[in-house]
């Protein structure tokens, strides 16, 4: 699989991914604002809890960036997904019952853009993995040579 490297070609992919989850709270905030438009309670409360976990995740992989954790990455991606599918009911529903059509074209854009970031976030997910492979694969190395150094 294609990894990126950088984010948008210019941000390392470190510090692209602390400005995606700035960003995505940021998107997560008008979000809930958008909530309150709903029709359907049912839909409200979905979309107001599926967007609270979402600024949860954010605020982990902004831990993430800081600490090279991978398992708080693998929590944004995860609550990523949770709100992709969530995002994509209601614009089905709406396209459906043909109502709030300048909602549509955000949503369906909101649907890309978090695409992009996901796959950002994976890549880097992956990265974190390959560089603490490396970490105990130098670190298992070096105590075999003090072992044979030792004897």
Request: charged share 15%; proline share 1%; aromatic share 14%.
């Amino acid at each position: 699989m294609i990894l990126l490297r950088k984010l948008l070609s210019y941000f390392s992919l470190k510090w692209g991914i602390l400005l995606i989850a700035v960003i995505d709270i940021v998107i997560c905030v008008v979000g809930l604002y958008d909530t309150e438009k709903l029709d359907n309670e049912a839909w409200y409360y979905c979309m107001l809890s599926a967007y609270s976990s979402h600024i949860t995740g954010c605020s982990l992989l902004i831990i993430a960036v800081f600490l090279n954790k991978r398992i708080l990455v693998l929590l944004y991606l995860v609550t990523i997904i949770i709100r992709l599918i969530y995002t994509s009911a209601i614009f089905i529903w709406m396209n459906v019952t043909h109502s709030y059509r300048p909602t549509l074209c955000i949503l369906e854009y909101l649907i890309l853009i978090s695409l992009y970031f996901w796959f950002c976030a994976y890549s880097w997910y992956k990265a974190l993995g390959i560089e603490s492979s490396l970490e105990a694969e130098s670190a298992s190395s070096s105590q075999k040579g003090n072992n044979t150094q030792a004897t």
